[in-house]
């Protein structure tokens, strides 16, 4: 039986000590990228991997990191997932993913869970919880990063800076020669209410647009809700020219309402997404959207946890993702 790999055997092949093996896998302290490689190139060729039950073991957590997603089935999420799976495991970290369904009770069950199943951490994007839900969790010294448009409070957090992204949408469909925006939102209830919407409408002014509260229509981050949106946008006596969606799984819906009611897209009416999820260069039109590139939330969050969890950083710190407008074919 071949005999397990120490950190100690990959400190005689690299020739350094095991202090500097450990700081290359913890990132703890900085080690000069010459030294580095050699420690990696020395991890993989005795294909060394961390004794997480050992560590677990001292530590008095497990290696698992909950994931908690309102849709596991949105791209924009699955992509968030394998980046942290990737950024964790050299770490001897795991990521489980956890579907809330974005429904209140789910996301405060499974942080519980993670609270008495003794997690190395928790990420989360909430849907509907509120600040004092985190509480349990804070009170355990458990590291949590959140992320979400708005804080919840005393935790790290991932939040997008789409300010400009958003005025360069605007800019395009301005420039396509529409006035009448509109907007498929999410729920009412959703925490934080929508910072979105809001950037959205205070922006528009710039432009001498304007988005009466009779052109928003909200449902959950859904292709139903998208196409049930849209079909009520499309009923109004004031109809939109530009409709802007929450996210990119609304504007499929909204498409998708579209061709059923034979409306053109762009020529009758622009669309604009969110997220710049995997299919919106697939859909046709292609869709115009605002990118918030879910691998770099992931290498974000991934940061923040292992920074806490190290130990390397008692403050909590807030990270901002800068969004991207992306032009299409939907304008």
Known sequence: MRERVTMADVARAAGVSS?????????????????????EAAIEELSFTVNVTARSLRTGRSSLVALIV??????????LAATLQEELRGLGLHVVVCNTRARRDEEKALLAEAVQQ???????????????????VVDAGMPVVVSADVSFGPMDLVTPDARVATRRALEQVAGAGRRRIAMIAGPRDA????PRL????ALALQFGMSLPHELVVRGE????????????????????????????VIAVGAMDKAHELGIDIPGDVALIGHDDASFASLVRPRLTTIRYPAADVGRAAARLLTERLNG???????????????ARASV
Do not use: W
Not at 198 to 201: G, K, V
């Open 118 to 136: 003794r997690f190395a951490g928790v990420i989360i994007t909430p849907f509907r919880l509120k600040p004092r839900d985190f509480q349990p």
């Open 198 to 201: 809001e950037q959205l409408r």
């Open 221 to 248: 981050h859904t292709r139903e809700a998208g196409a049930a949106g849209f079909g009520d946008l499309m009923s109004r006596r004031y109809r939109p020219d530009a409709v802007f969606c929450g996210n990119d």
């Open 312 to 326: 390397r950083r008692k403050v909590h710190k807030t990270v901002h993702v800068k969004a991207e407008f992306v």
């Open 70 to 79: 309102p849709d596991i089935a949105n791209p924009f999420f699955a992509q």
């Open 191 to 194: 925490t934080g209410g929508d």
């Open 19 to 39: 202090a500097t093996v450990s700081y290359v896998l913890s990132g703890k302290r900085p080690v000069a990228p010459e030294t580095r490689a050699v420690v």
